[in-house]
């Protein structure tokens, strides 16, 4: 079972902390599309998502993240695509509105296999995350 929850932290943005407890794979990966979803309607712009409770996640969950990347991108329009390509051929783009925090080193090893840590910055504390926002 996924269990999801989050809250809001008024930072120098206001972010979206999301707390996940659970394996996150093709029984439950559109529970968390959803909720990611339904944060974005509501409003979030700045995405915190904690992983320090789950074990596992499957390629169903990746995508949902994956997903929540091009979602805020497209919101806040900061690159376009071919700019976004270059940059992250030469390590030099990380999503300023997606952080990643407490992954298990086997979880950082799944991220790191899909490439996630090209574009996406994570982080071994919270608080840290929150203030590189």
């Known amino acids: 079972m996924l269990d999801i929850q989050s809250k809001t ?9 999301i707390q996940l407890a659970g394996d996150i794979d093709s029984s439950n990966f559109q529970v968390f599309q959803e909720y990611v979803d339904e944060q974005v309607v509501q409003g979030a712009r700045y995405v915190l998502l904690n992983f320090r409770e789950v074990k596992r996640i499957s390629s169903a969950g990746l995508r949902v993240i994956h997903n929540l990347f091009n979602k805020l991108r497209d919101i ?27 992954l298990s080193p086997h979880l ?23 203030n590189s926002f």
Do not use: C
């Open 108 to 130: 950082s090893d799944v991220f790191s296999l899909g490439g996630f840590e090209i574009y996406i910055e994570v982080f071994e504390d919270e608080k840290a995350a929150i």
């Open 9 to 17: 932290h008024n930072a120098r943005v206001p972010i979206t902390a």
């Open 76 to 102: 806040h329009k900061d690159v376009n695509d071919d700019e976004l390509r270059k940059k992250m051929s030469t390590g030099a783009y990380k999503s300023p509105y997606l952080k990643l925090t407490n």
